[in-house]
């Protein structure tokens, strides 16, 4: 596929600016945070590119580079913000987005509609009673799709927005800084790097984990 074909340019989040800045984010005067090349539109306009959605909570929407409208129920935000510099490092230490987590009833039908959108699926992982197809947003080195699913269709309902991975270029600096609302850093999936979750009582209601930079 072309190597810009479905890179992720910007995503639209419920949560206010200043929920995150109260966990380390820098946020501009617009309600924008960049993580990495990744504008994250906040609170107010990104309800509003979400508003077809039936909840206000978390992820709402994305924009793809030569994407246009809906992928399976992953809607598509409208206006994307313009191009900025990249963002970061943040006072919390992050650094980029590493993947963008979503789940689906039907793995095989959200495959398909992302392949029509230039993704293509690169891993696939059982996970116990699940499954976990892995896509490049883009170029080497872009976020990481995780899509999560059970192997056997378990519903005709769209595929959403679960949450947000992202790189911090120290977790232990990470933890320090939001204490008991970050949980204890475990061993990740992938070897030899670690992870730990934001808890809800951070005050977001977009599902967030930290993750050490990959290995080089």
């Given at each position: 596929m072309p190597s810009?074909?479905?890179r992720l340019v910007a995503l639209a989040v419920a949560d206010g600016a200043q929920a995150w800045r109260a966990v380390g984010f820098e946020v501009d005067g617009a309600g924008c945070c960049r993580l990495g090349d990744v504008a994250v539109v906040l609170g107010a306009a990104a309800r509003a590119a979400g508003s077809g959605r039936a909840r206000h909570e978390g992820v709402l929407a994305w924009a793809l580079d030569g994407a246009h409208g809906a992928v399976d129920g992953l809607r598509r935000l409208d206006p994307v913000?313009?191009?900025g510099p990249g963002?970061?490092?943040?006072?919390n230490g992050v650094v980029a987005i590493d993947h963008v987590v979503v789940t689906t009833p039907d793995l095989d039908r959200t495959v398909e509609a992302l392949a029509a959108v230039g993704l293509e699926a690169r891993r696939t992982r059982e996970a116990g009673t699940m499954r976990q197809v892995f896509f490049r947003l883009g170029d080497?080195?872009?976020?990481?799709?995780e899509l999560v699913g059970p192997p056997v269709p378990s519903g005709d309902g769209?595929?959403?927005?679960?949450g947000l991975a992202l790189t911090t270029a120290d977790l232990d600096a990470t933890a320090r800084q939001l204490g008991d609302r970050l949980g204890w850093a475990k061993d990740a999936v992938q070897p030899g790097r670690r992870?730990?979750?934001?808890r809800t009582t951070a005050g977001l209601t977009?599902?967030?984990?930290?993750?050490t930079p990959a290995p080089a």
């Open positions: 810009d074909a479905a913000p313009a191009p963002g970061g490092p943040h006072p080497r080195g872009g976020p990481i799709l769209p595929a959403r927005f679960f992870i730990a979750t934001l977009t599902s967030v984990a930290f993750m």
